[in-house]
């Protein structure tokens, strides 16, 4: 008995040092409150802050704008058909119908908009709206959301070019991210071409146009210049094995068919260009959660980028 009590004590007194959940803490008083950002998980409704309710066991918004909706799964397939511009300019009319309805728009519609514009910050007009996007991003999400993770890859490619990392962490967005010196040249500079062997499958056709759009081009821009930082090479070219496939996995009431995405690459380099762009490409296309059955193909690619002279 005395051994329990003495356990006991050392478990309160533990539980009385730890500190509050920062996403669960009141701003008054400290106690324990609803979470303020739709995506943490929930048993019941009481979970989740006044305008959410708890579906499939996540916190989403109670209310929202079928227009908006609509203008999102529009944009999603202006992105699948290589569309990039109309895509950024469907998402924002979807971030601006929400808002009308004075709804803040769900951080899933924020991240896919942040990277759509990512995907054009060869444009130099559309950095700063880029950054601003992933940053209303940021904070409407948890980490460990996917999309999240995908925008926090196309920021994590621009912090040599002027981009204050640190504007990310201030309690409100400043007037500018771009604000630092860039510490390498350019990425406008870099010239990419990307080929991919095509095949005659529906499945596979929405992966190669991904590996040769404007997500891959930016990803082997900046594997260029992290080459260009070791080297001071003015070309680089990298081929690769291209495999993607799916494969059955039993999730007990029902069957589920995970697609794969691999870059194979033909040298025996562990570092540089090639290398880079074996372990970033895949990270840029979105695959689908399932196919619906055993799938495998393969093909070859190549990329070549070539840093243009100043005028």
Do not use: K
Request: hydrophobic share 45%; aromatic share 6%.
């Amino acid at each position: 008995m005395t051994l329990l009590a003495v356990a006991l004590l050392a478990c309160d007194r533990h539980a009385a040092d730890a500190q509050p959940d920062p996403v669960f803490a009141s701003e008054d008083d400290g106690s324990a409150a609803r979470p303020r950002i739709p995506g943490a998980t929930c048993g019941g409704p009481s979970d989740c802050a006044a305008d959410q309710v708890c579906l499939n066991a996540t916190c989403v918004g109670a209310r929202t704008s079928v227009r908006a909706e609509l203008l999102t799964a529009g944009a999603a397939l202006q992105s699948e058909a290589g569309d990039i511009a109309g895509a950024a300019a469907s998402y924002q009319e979807a971030v601006e119908a929400y808002e009308a309805a004075e709804i803040t728009p769900p951080g899933a519609v924020l991240c896919r908009a942040a990277l759509t514009f990512l995907n054009m910050t060869h444009q130099a007009d559309t950095r700063e709206r880029a950054a601003r996007m992933a940053d209303r991003c940021l904070r409407q999400t948890l980490p460990g959301d996917p999309l999240r993770e995908r925008v926090i890859a196309a920021l994590g490619r621009m912090r040599y070019d002027g981009l204050n990392l640190g504007a990310f962490d201030l309690p409100e967005a400043p007037a500018a991210f771009f604000t630092e010196a860039p510490a390498r040249p350019d990425p406008n500079r870099v010239q990419v071409t990307i080929a991919v062997v095509p095949l005659e499958s529906s499945s596979f056709a929405p992966i190669v146009t991904a590996l040769q759009g404007d997500a891959a081009r930016a990803a082997a821009q900046d594997c260029f210049l992290q080459d260009w930082e070791v080297r001071h090479e003015q070309q680089a070219a990298a081929s690769f094995q291209v495999r993607f496939s799916s494969r059955l996995r039993d999730m007990g009431s029902y069957d589920a068919y995970p697609a794969e995405l691999e870059l194979v690459q033909q040298s025996l380099a562990q570092e540089g260009f090639e290398p880079c762009l074996a372990r970033v490409l895949p990270s840029v296309v979105e695959l689908p959660t399932s196919l619906g059955r055993v799938v495998s193909y393969e093909t070859t690619m190549t990329v070549n980028a070539t840093l243009a002279a100043t005028e």
